[in-house]
């Protein structure tokens, strides 16, 4: 960007973020965390219609996206690098930002099943291994969906999936569905269902017969640790 971009475009954004209401919404997303706008109009001290204005706001600047998942539409910042920015003005104010507090119950939210693939925290963590393990990529126009890199075909075949098989599958292959306990996401799509269906065949984990909850077993624990480097599963 040069300096006259810059110059027509800083006061802008600036001035989005200096709104109260909505700097209260994007500090509410800083964490990494999605959040409906109702959630976010209750943090803004706005009614709902309101909150929906701010953040088309936000959404125009390029400061927040927005992804459905299923009747709802959660908001997150749209990049690192606004996380980045709100951080220093965080040092620049020398206010602390306040944690994201949980309210799924406690075995709902360390692992349980999403439609037919691993949600919770134990989804949430098996993702983020595979993509910081450069397994899979990111692709289309919202980097939502995934690909499988050849070292994540074969480190998952090695770890018994049946790669081509997933893929010939008539569905959508992976792609990041956001998790409705950690506001992160988790793997869905063809590869998520044969991931669950590999730990329950593995008995990785166990599912509980009157909920989605899932139990991750000893053998679990170690086989998740040694082939993903899952250490909190």
């Known amino acids: 960007m040069d300096v006259d971009t810059a110059g027509a475009a800083i006061p802008s954004i600036a001035a989005a973020i200096g ?10 997303l800083a964490d990494g965390r999605a959040r ?13 219609s309101t909150a929906s204005v701010h953040l088309q ?37 020398g ?21 037919d693939h691993i949600a919770g925290t134990l989804g949430v963590e098996l993702h983020d291994r595979l993509v910081a393990l450069e397994w899979v990529r990111a692709t289309g126009r919202n ?23 997933v893929q010939t599958r008539r569905r959508r292959f992976a792609f990041a569905c956001l998790d409705w306990s950690e506001r992160r996401p988790h793997l ?7 991931l669950l ?20 077993t000893v053998r679990g624990r170690r086989e998740m640790h040694a082939r993903f480097g899952l250490h909190s599963s």
């Open 36 to 48: 409906t706008s109702t959630e976010l109009a209750v943090v803004a001290d706005v009614s709902p």
């Open 188 to 194: 869905g799509g063809a590869l998520g269902a044969a």
């Open 19 to 28: 709104e109260p209401a909505r700097a209260r919404m994007l500090y509410q």
């Open 197 to 216: 269906d590999l730990a329950l065949a593995r008995r990785w984990v166990e599912q509980d017969l009157d909920s989605r909850s899932l139990e991750v």
């Open 57 to 93: 706001r936000l959404k125009s600047e390029r400061l927040v996206r927005v992804a459905a998942q299923g009747k709802c539409r959660y908001y997150s910042l749209a990049s690192a690098d606004v996380a980045a920015a709100l951080e220093a003005l965080s040092v620049l104010a």
């Open 95 to 115: 206010a602390p930002r306040e944690a994201f507090v949980p309210t799924a119950p406690i075995r709902l939210r360390a692992a349980r099943t999403c439609y």
């Open 143 to 165: 980097r939502t969906d995934y690909d499988l890199t050849k070292a994540g075909v074969d480190a998952l075949e090695r770890a018994g999936v049946d790669v081509t098989a």
